[in-house]
């Protein structure tokens, strides 16, 4: 027999002979979520021993409470993971870093019977919104955190509704969660410049991700002290949403101005090879013209003509640390992976010698 969430916390359907009292509302008269409902019944997560016995007077004043067979299943686990990534469809079809990223963390999954569960969401709030439901549903034993932001609520709010995560950035002891990613993020960037000033670039500009990304601050710290340790000022650090669209803007605007950049470093590789693309139609040969650089060292780079010069941070190893880290929290005799390594440039032929002045 299988329980469902209505067994186990009421239903908003209406009764034909008694209104049963619900979970929404014992939360509403409350002044809490139902999230909080399910962690006071199931003496999870960080509630204040205040907010607890409110919520659980509430309940019994109300006549409320869930069904012991169904709270049983409820709390069993689901051997299923969330991956949450906020993005829309568009960009996220066009961006191979996922994929990798996902076959990285499938490659630990499967082979232990757990599965993964992906939801697209389009902001901050529709996320929060996301792990509070999936929390009160149990419907995972955990979630992997994408886009560490420079200021990012999520960790302390999964560590509030107690469901185990892990969040994919540099690694911070800080966090409310544990992170896993290449350290030094900056160090790959630093790499890039220190190749283009060796081929005589002095006009280089940056295509860079959202600003309240926390490896898109890294980054753009690193590039713009590389350049300022040579004496060099970048032509210019313009931020996207990482879409196509908005990467071939980013290009036509650098390329549309007198002193043009003669280097672009782009924030992925997807938007390098719509840059490259978005030159290569203005007229300019690459890396004759404009030497082009991505950043993640996805396969697509390899395949290119010219071949993309590219940083590699071997996005499947970091997606299969960050399951690996993360079933451990979920109670599987699992060792986690040590990332020591740091983000390193590869070369290839979409960089060469800087040319002595614009073409015409």
Same mark, same amino acid.
């Given at each position: 027999?299988?329980?469902?969430?209505?067994?186990?916390?009421?239903?908003? %359907?209406?009764?034909?002979?008694?209104?049963?009292?619900?979970?929404?509302?014992?939360?509403?008269?409350?002044?809490?979520?139902?999230?909080?409902?399910?962690?006071?019944?199931?003496?999870?997560?960080?509630?204040?021993?205040?907010?607890?016995?409110?919520?659980?007077?509430?309940?019994?004043?109300?006549?409320?409470?869930?069904?012991?067979?169904?709270?049983?299943?409820?709390?069993?686990?689901?051997?299923?993971?969330?991956?949450?990534?906020?993005?829309?469809?568009?960009?996220?079809?066009?961006?191979?870093?996922?994929?990798?990223?996902?076959?990285?963390?499938?490659?630990?999954?499967?082979?232990?019977?757990?599965?993964?569960?992906?939801?697209?969401?389009?902001?901050?709030?529709? %996320?929060?919104?996301?792990?509070?439901?999936?929390?009160?549903?149990?419907?995972?034993?955990?979630?992997?955190?994408?886009?560490?932001?420079?200021?990012?609520?999520?960790?302390?709010?999964?560590?509030?509704?107690? =469901?185990?995560?892990?969040?994919?950035?540099?690694?911070?002891?800080?966090?409310?969660?544990?992170?896993?990613?290449?350290?030094?993020?900056?160090?790959?960037?630093?790499?890039?410049?220190?190749?283009?000033?060796?081929?005589?670039?002095?006009?280089?500009?940056?295509?860079?991700?959202?600003?309240?990304?926390?490896?898109?601050?890294?980054?753009?710290?690193?590039?713009?002290?590389?350049?300022?340790?040579?004496?060099?000022?970048?032509?210019?650090?313009?931020?996207?949403?990482?879409?196509?669209?908005?990467?071939?803007?980013?290009?036509?605007?650098?390329?549309?101005?007198?002193?043009?950049?003669?280097?672009?470093?782009?924030?992925?590789?997807?938007?390098?090879?719509?840059?490259?693309?978005?030159?290569?139609?203005?007229? =300019?040969?690459?890396?004759?013209?404009?030497?082009?650089?991505?950043?993640?060292?996805?396969?697509?780079?390899?395949?290119?003509?010219?071949?993309?010069?590219?940083?590699?941070?071997?996005?499947?190893?970091?997606?299969?640390?960050?399951?690996?880290?993360?079933?451990?929290?979920?109670?599987?005799?699992?060792?986690?992976?040590? =990332?020591?390594?740091?983000?390193?440039?590869?070369?290839?032929?979409?960089?060469?010698?800087?040319?002595?002045?614009?073409?015409?």
């Amino acid at each position: 027999m299988n329980a469902s969430l209505d067994d186990t916390f009421g239903t908003d %359907e209406p009764d034909r002979t008694a209104r049963r009292p619900t979970i929404k509302a014992v939360a509403a008269a409350a002044g809490v979520s139902t999230a909080a409902v399910s962690q006071a019944f199931n003496d999870k997560g960080r509630l204040s021993s205040a907010t607890r016995r409110r919520i659980l007077d509430t309940a019994l004043e109300l006549g409320w409470s869930p069904s012991a067979p169904a709270a049983a299943l409820r709390s069993a686990r689901t051997r299923t993971l969330a991956l949450v990534v906020r993005r829309p469809t568009d960009v996220l079809g066009a961006d191979p870093h996922f994929s990798e990223l996902i076959t990285g963390i499938e490659g630990e999954l499967s082979p232990r019977g757990y599965g993964l569960l992906l939801h697209l969401v389009a902001g901050a709030q529709e %996320e929060n919104v996301l792990y509070e439901r999936l929390a009160a549903e149990g419907r995972v034993d955990g979630a992997v955190l994408t886009d560490a932001r420079a200021v990012d609520p999520r960790p302390a709010l999964l560590a509030r509704l107690g =469901l185990p995560a892990v969040l994919l950035g540099a690694p911070d002891r800080a966090a409310a969660v544990p992170s896993v990613g290449l350290g030094q993020q900056g160090a790959g960037v630093e790499e890039v410049v220190a190749h283009l000033l060796r081929l005589g670039h002095r006009r280089i500009a940056y295509v860079a991700g959202p600003e309240e990304l926390q490896h898109t601050r890294l980054r753009h710290g690193a590039f713009d002290a590389a350049l300022r340790e040579a004496g060099v000022r970048p032509v210019a650090v313009l931020h996207t949403d990482f879409s196509e669209v908005s990467a071939v803007a980013a290009t036509v605007a650098l390329l549309d101005t007198a002193d043009r950049p003669t280097a672009i470093v782009y924030a992925n590789d997807s938007m390098a090879v719509c840059g490259m693309g978005a030159a290569q139609r203005a007229g =300019l040969r690459v890396p004759r013209d404009l030497s082009v650089v991505g950043y993640d060292n996805l396969p697509l780079g390899r395949w290119l003509h010219p071949r993309l010069t590219t940083v590699d941070q071997q996005v499947q190893r970091v997606g299969a640390a960050a399951a690996r880290v993360l079933l451990a929290r979920c109670g599987e005799d699992v060792e986690a992976e040590r =990332l020591d390594d740091r983000p390193r440039l590869v070369v290839r032929e979409s960089t060469g010698p800087a040319p002595r002045r614009p073409a015409s």
